[in-house]
């Protein structure tokens, strides 16, 4: 599974941002997606996922995640973003993340 995030960059806080991850070699009703984050110098952490049946859950109201079946792209809008949302952004599957496996992610800054 080739997993691809973008649309990162940078925010002022109060700002928004919606990131994307394009899913290859499986299609998006059989696997779910995770989002983590990891901010400079923390563990990685996870903020939002969506199942294989579009059930989904973030771990904070300012943050929504969707995808777009047709296009195999899951994605996590972002609103009104905190200083302390800045990290890199991950999107991953179950097995992605047991195995260790993870892709470059994308930046996301929010300056005060």
């Known amino acids: 599974v080739q997993l691809q995030a973008s649309g990162g960059g940078l925010v002022q806080a109060g700002g928004s941002l919606r990131v994307s991850c394009v899913v290859s070699?499986?299609?998006?009703?059989?696997?779910?997606i995770l989002w983590f984050r990891q901010a400079p110098g923390q563990e990685r952490e996870g903020v939002a996922c969506?199942?294989?049946?579009g059930n989904t859950h973030s771990v904070s109201r300012r943050f929504t995640v969707s995808r777009d079946i047709t296009e195999n792209t899951v994605f996590l809008q972002m609103n009104n973003l905190k200083v302390e949302d800045t990290g890199v952004y991950y999107c991953?599957?179950?097995?992605?993340?047991?195995?260790?496996?993870w892709g470059q992610g994308t930046l996301v800054t929010v300056s005060s």
């Open positions: 070699e499986i299609d998006l009703e059989y696997c779910s």
């Open positions: 991953n599957t179950d097995p992605g993340v047991r195995w260790g496996r």
């Open positions: 969506i199942s294989s049946s």
